[in-house]
Protein backbone atom coordinates (compact mmCIF):
# COMPACT_ATOMS: atom_id res chain seq x y z
CA UNK A 1 0.00 0.00 0.00
CA UNK A 2 1.82 3.71 -0.79
CA UNK A 3 0.41 6.95 0.64
CA UNK A 4 1.45 10.09 -1.01
CA UNK A 5 0.64 12.92 1.50
CA UNK A 6 -0.03 16.48 0.30
CA UNK A 7 1.20 18.64 3.59
CA UNK A 8 3.19 21.66 4.75
CA UNK A 9 5.17 19.54 7.11
CA UNK A 10 6.65 16.55 5.57
CA UNK A 11 9.10 16.20 8.46
CA UNK A 12 5.73 15.35 10.58
CA UNK A 13 6.23 12.01 8.39
CA UNK A 14 6.14 8.98 9.04
CA UNK A 15 6.78 10.09 12.81
CA UNK A 16 4.94 6.96 15.12
CA UNK A 17 4.86 4.82 12.19
CA UNK A 18 8.67 4.50 11.70
CA UNK A 19 8.17 2.54 15.06
CA UNK A 20 7.22 -1.09 16.08
CA UNK A 21 5.24 -3.26 13.72
CA UNK A 22 4.50 -0.33 11.35
CA UNK A 23 8.03 0.53 11.07
CA UNK A 24 9.09 -2.85 10.06
CA UNK A 25 6.51 -2.79 7.91
CA UNK A 26 8.03 0.25 6.02
CA UNK A 27 11.53 -1.14 6.18
CA UNK A 28 9.88 -4.76 4.32
CA UNK A 29 8.42 -2.30 1.97
CA UNK A 30 4.63 -3.52 2.82
CA UNK A 31 3.71 -0.24 3.01
CA UNK A 32 5.68 3.30 1.74
CA UNK A 33 4.86 7.01 1.44
CA UNK A 34 6.21 9.93 -0.28
CA UNK A 35 4.95 13.48 1.11
CA UNK A 36 4.50 16.22 -1.54
CA UNK A 37 5.44 19.65 -0.17
CA UNK A 38 2.65 21.81 -0.90
CA UNK A 39 5.31 24.48 -0.74
CA UNK A 40 7.27 23.59 -3.23
CA UNK A 41 4.21 24.94 -5.15
CA UNK A 42 3.94 28.60 -3.46
CA UNK A 43 3.35 32.15 -5.12
CA UNK A 44 6.70 34.53 -5.09
CA UNK A 45 8.89 34.76 -2.85
CA UNK A 46 7.37 33.64 -0.04
CA UNK A 47 5.95 30.89 -1.53
CA UNK A 48 2.36 31.48 -0.21
CA UNK A 49 -0.11 28.41 -0.51
CA UNK A 50 -3.04 30.30 1.25
CA UNK A 51 -4.98 33.38 1.09
CA UNK A 52 -7.85 35.72 2.57
CA UNK A 53 -11.43 33.95 2.58
CA UNK A 54 -14.04 35.47 0.26
CA UNK A 55 -16.90 36.57 2.06
CA UNK A 56 -14.82 37.52 5.19
CA UNK A 57 -14.44 35.44 8.27
CA UNK A 58 -10.82 34.81 10.39
CA UNK A 59 -8.20 32.86 8.74
CA UNK A 60 -6.98 32.12 6.13
CA UNK A 61 -7.58 29.57 2.90
CA UNK A 62 -5.57 27.48 1.16
CA UNK A 63 -5.53 27.90 -2.48
CA UNK A 64 -7.18 25.57 -5.06
CA UNK A 65 -4.21 26.14 -7.48
CA UNK A 66 -1.78 25.58 -5.47
CA UNK A 67 -3.63 22.50 -4.00
CA UNK A 68 -4.23 21.28 -7.55
CA UNK A 69 -0.16 21.53 -8.89
CA UNK A 70 0.69 19.96 -5.64
CA UNK A 71 -1.51 16.82 -6.58
CA UNK A 72 -1.04 17.07 -10.42
CA UNK A 73 2.91 16.17 -9.29
CA UNK A 74 1.56 12.83 -8.61
CA UNK A 75 1.25 10.41 -11.58
CA UNK A 76 -2.54 9.88 -12.12
CA UNK A 77 -2.07 5.84 -11.98
CA UNK A 78 -0.21 6.37 -8.60
CA UNK A 79 -3.17 8.89 -7.09
CA UNK A 80 -5.67 6.35 -6.15
CA UNK A 81 -8.48 7.04 -3.83
CA UNK A 82 -8.29 11.35 -3.07
CA UNK A 83 -8.92 11.85 1.06
CA UNK A 84 -9.12 15.19 2.46
CA UNK A 85 -8.84 15.54 5.92
CA UNK A 86 -11.54 17.43 7.92
CA UNK A 87 -13.55 17.65 10.36
CA UNK A 88 -17.01 17.87 8.95
CA UNK A 89 -15.61 14.73 6.86
CA UNK A 90 -17.39 10.75 7.28
CA UNK A 91 -16.43 9.70 10.34
CA UNK A 92 -13.61 7.00 10.22
CA UNK A 93 -14.52 3.69 11.23
CA UNK A 94 -13.24 0.11 11.52
CA UNK A 95 -15.27 -0.55 8.74
CA UNK A 96 -14.21 2.31 6.58
CA UNK A 97 -10.45 1.60 7.39
CA UNK A 98 -10.86 -2.05 6.32
CA UNK A 99 -12.53 -1.05 3.06
CA UNK A 100 -9.30 1.93 2.77
CA UNK A 101 -6.48 -1.05 3.40
CA UNK A 102 -7.74 -2.86 0.12
CA UNK A 103 -6.51 0.03 -1.99
CA UNK A 104 -3.10 0.09 -3.43
CA UNK A 105 -2.76 3.55 -2.85
CA UNK A 106 -4.18 6.73 -1.32
CA UNK A 107 -3.36 10.56 -1.58
CA UNK A 108 -4.39 12.36 1.63
CA UNK A 109 -4.41 15.49 1.71
CA UNK A 110 -3.90 17.32 5.09
CA UNK A 111 -5.42 21.36 5.57
CA UNK A 112 -3.94 23.86 7.90
CA UNK A 113 -5.42 27.34 8.51
CA UNK A 114 -9.27 27.76 7.97
CA UNK A 115 -8.88 24.55 5.06
CA UNK A 116 -8.90 24.12 1.54
CA UNK A 117 -10.35 26.17 -0.66
CA UNK A 118 -13.68 23.89 -1.92
CA UNK A 119 -13.45 24.04 -5.99
CA UNK A 120 -10.44 21.87 -5.75
CA UNK A 121 -11.99 19.67 -3.26
CA UNK A 122 -14.91 18.81 -5.80
CA UNK A 123 -12.87 19.47 -9.16
CA UNK A 124 -10.94 16.47 -8.04
CA UNK A 125 -13.43 14.66 -6.03
CA UNK A 126 -11.69 14.71 -3.05
CA UNK A 127 -13.77 12.55 -0.02
CA UNK A 128 -13.46 14.16 3.38
CA UNK A 129 -12.98 11.77 6.43
CA UNK A 130 -13.13 12.70 9.90
CA UNK A 131 -11.03 10.97 12.80
CA UNK A 132 -13.66 12.66 15.12
CA UNK A 133 -15.62 15.39 16.43
CA UNK A 134 -12.85 17.97 17.49
CA UNK A 135 -10.34 20.36 15.72
CA UNK A 136 -7.01 19.48 14.70
CA UNK A 137 -4.50 22.57 14.09
CA UNK A 138 -3.35 20.32 10.95
CA UNK A 139 -4.51 17.43 8.95
CA UNK A 140 -1.14 15.70 9.40
CA UNK A 141 -1.80 13.97 12.83
CA UNK A 142 -5.17 13.02 11.37
CA UNK A 143 -3.70 11.43 8.37
CA UNK A 144 -1.14 9.43 10.55
CA UNK A 145 -4.34 7.80 12.51
CA UNK A 146 -5.60 6.92 8.90
CA UNK A 147 -2.61 5.10 7.75
CA UNK A 148 -1.57 3.68 11.83
CA UNK A 149 -5.10 2.25 10.82
CA UNK A 150 -5.24 0.86 7.65
CA UNK A 151 -1.39 -0.45 7.67
CA UNK A 152 -2.05 -3.05 11.19
CA UNK A 153 -4.39 -4.36 8.60
CA UNK A 154 -1.91 -5.28 5.42
CA UNK A 155 -0.73 -8.57 5.62
CA UNK A 156 1.77 -9.65 7.53
CA UNK A 157 1.98 -6.97 9.61
CA UNK A 158 0.44 -8.12 13.12
CA UNK A 159 1.75 -11.52 12.26
CA UNK A 160 -0.29 -13.99 14.85
CA UNK A 161 -0.20 -11.30 17.52
CA UNK A 162 -3.01 -9.94 17.07
CA UNK A 163 -7.08 -10.94 15.07
CA UNK A 164 -8.49 -8.16 13.60
CA UNK A 165 -11.82 -10.56 13.60
CA UNK A 166 -12.14 -9.91 16.98
CA UNK A 167 -11.34 -6.46 18.40
CA UNK A 168 -13.34 -3.66 18.87
CA UNK A 169 -16.08 -2.87 16.39
CA UNK A 170 -15.45 -6.07 13.98
CA UNK A 171 -18.95 -7.10 15.07
CA UNK A 172 -20.27 -4.08 16.14
CA UNK A 173 -19.00 -4.16 19.90
CA UNK A 174 -16.47 -3.20 22.11
CA UNK A 175 -13.68 -5.61 23.23
CA UNK A 176 -13.84 -7.83 26.23
CA UNK A 177 -11.47 -6.92 29.09
CA UNK A 178 -7.82 -8.81 29.01
CA UNK A 179 -6.12 -10.35 31.92
CA UNK A 180 -2.60 -11.96 32.21
CA UNK A 181 -0.55 -13.17 35.04
CA UNK A 182 0.38 -12.95 37.60
CA UNK A 183 -3.16 -14.76 38.54
CA UNK A 184 -3.22 -12.91 41.72
CA UNK A 185 -2.26 -9.28 42.07
CA UNK A 186 -2.66 -6.62 44.90
CA UNK A 187 -4.88 -9.17 46.31
CA UNK A 188 -7.25 -9.29 42.94
CA UNK A 189 -8.32 -12.39 40.95
CA UNK A 190 -8.78 -12.91 36.96
CA UNK A 191 -12.17 -13.81 36.54
CA UNK A 192 -12.59 -17.69 37.82
CA UNK A 193 -14.00 -18.33 34.08
CA UNK A 194 -10.84 -17.41 32.60
CA UNK A 195 -8.70 -20.13 34.46
CA UNK A 196 -11.32 -22.67 34.09
CA UNK A 197 -9.86 -24.17 30.52
CA UNK A 198 -13.43 -24.29 29.78
CA UNK A 199 -13.63 -22.67 26.08
CA UNK A 200 -17.12 -22.61 25.57
CA UNK A 201 -17.51 -20.86 28.98
CA UNK A 202 -14.81 -18.67 28.17
CA UNK A 203 -16.17 -17.43 24.93
CA UNK A 204 -19.82 -17.60 26.42
CA UNK A 205 -18.12 -14.80 29.11
CA UNK A 206 -16.27 -12.52 26.55
CA UNK A 207 -19.03 -12.41 24.59
CA UNK A 208 -21.05 -11.18 27.23
CA UNK A 209 -18.37 -8.83 28.64
CA UNK A 210 -17.99 -7.33 25.31
CA UNK A 211 -22.41 -6.86 25.37
CA UNK A 212 -22.21 -5.19 28.81
CA UNK A 213 -19.47 -3.14 27.86
CA UNK A 214 -21.07 -1.88 24.98
CA UNK A 215 -24.29 -1.17 26.20
CA UNK A 216 -22.80 1.23 28.87
CA UNK A 217 -20.42 3.07 27.06
CA UNK A 218 -21.53 3.24 23.92
CA UNK A 219 -25.37 2.76 23.63
CA UNK A 220 -25.28 4.27 20.03
CA UNK A 221 -23.04 0.98 18.70
CA UNK A 222 -25.72 -1.27 20.98
CA UNK A 223 -28.81 0.41 19.60
CA UNK A 224 -27.30 -0.50 16.31
CA UNK A 225 -26.18 -3.91 17.15
CA UNK A 226 -29.51 -5.12 18.74
CA UNK A 227 -31.27 -3.94 14.95
N1 LIG B 1 -12.10 25.66 9.80
C1 LIG B 1 -12.19 24.23 9.89
C2 LIG B 1 -13.54 23.85 10.49
O1 LIG B 1 -14.05 24.56 11.32
O2 LIG B 1 -14.05 22.77 10.11
C3 LIG B 1 -11.06 23.67 10.74
C4 LIG B 1 -9.71 23.80 10.11
S1 LIG B 1 -8.44 23.04 11.06
C5 LIG B 1 -7.88 24.35 12.04
C6 LIG B 1 -7.13 22.82 9.90
C7 LIG B 1 -7.05 21.46 9.25
O3 LIG B 1 -6.90 20.45 10.24
C8 LIG B 1 -8.26 21.04 8.45
O4 LIG B 1 -8.24 21.59 7.17
C9 LIG B 1 -8.11 19.53 8.42
O5 LIG B 1 -7.25 19.11 7.37
C10 LIG B 1 -7.47 19.22 9.76
N2 LIG B 1 -8.41 18.72 10.78
C11 LIG B 1 -8.82 19.37 11.89
N3 LIG B 1 -9.66 18.64 12.61
C12 LIG B 1 -9.79 17.46 11.98
C13 LIG B 1 -10.56 16.28 12.23
N4 LIG B 1 -11.34 16.19 13.29
N5 LIG B 1 -10.45 15.26 11.35
C14 LIG B 1 -9.67 15.36 10.27
N6 LIG B 1 -8.92 16.47 9.97
C15 LIG B 1 -8.98 17.50 10.80
Known amino acids: MHFNLLTLFPEMFPA ?11 S ?3 WSYETINIRDFGLGTHKSVDDTPFGGGAGMVMRPDIIENALLSIPKQKQGRKIYMSPRGTPLSQELVKELSTEESLTILCGRYEGVDQRV ?3 HEFEEISIGDYVLSGGEPAALIVMD ?6 QGVMGNSATPDEESFSNGLLEYPHYTKPAIWNNL ?3 KVLTSGHHANIKAWQQEQSEEITKHRRPDLWKIYKK
Open 16 to 26: SLGQSLSGKAL
Open 28 to 30: KNT
Open 121 to 123: LDA
Open 149 to 154: ACIRLL
Open 189 to 191: DVP
